[in-house]
């Protein structure tokens, strides 16, 4: 018996990734992330959004650093929120914020990159101003291949 079998390249994009590195010190901490990369993705974030797995988040991608705000619109997760800067390096975290709330929180000028967890689970995951986010997207945008 002969088989054929006809092999299809897979086209994954390794910049794709659905897993994000949180450095603190010596520590490295590995969490599932959707990425929002697109207006649309990160103007929805998590609003509506009933429950986010302990170790997840949403990682929101923009096209270059800028001042950035957020609120807690229609986002019933209370939510722990760091703001990066081009690099990955957390430059401030907003904790425990109110869900519904539409008071904008500040996170600050040059941001590039922001993380969204579960409130209250920055100290597991050691996510902290001074630790570094690692994820294929920063890399690509500081023109390192992923």
């Not at 994009?13 to 590195?21: K, Q, R």
């Not at 975290?93 to 967890?117: C, H, M, R, W």
Request: proline share 5%; hydrophobic share 40%.
């Amino acid at each position: 018996m002969l088989f054929l079998f006809m092999i299809k390249p897979v086209s994954l994009d390794a910049c794709e990734s659905e897993f994000l590195i949180i450095k603190f010190n010596e520590t490295e901490t590995r969490i599932e992330v959707e990425v929002a990369d697109s207006h649309l993705k990160r103007k929805q974030g998590l609003m509506f959004r009933e429950h986010l797995n302990p170790r997840a988040g949403m990682f929101f991608v923009y096209d270059y650093p800028q001042k950035v705000g957020f609120w807690m619109k229609n986002t019933k997760i209370p939510l722990d929120i760091a703001f990066t800067d081009s690099t990955g390096l957390v430059v401030r975290v907003a904790y425990n914020t109110e869900p519904f709330s539409l008071d904008v929180i500040d996170g600050g000028e040059k941001i590039q990159y922001v993380l969204e967890i579960n409130a209250g689970m920055s100290e597991e995951l050691n996510l902290f101003e001074g630790s570094k986010l690692v994820h294929p997207y920063i890399k690509r945008k500081n023109l390192t291949p992923c």
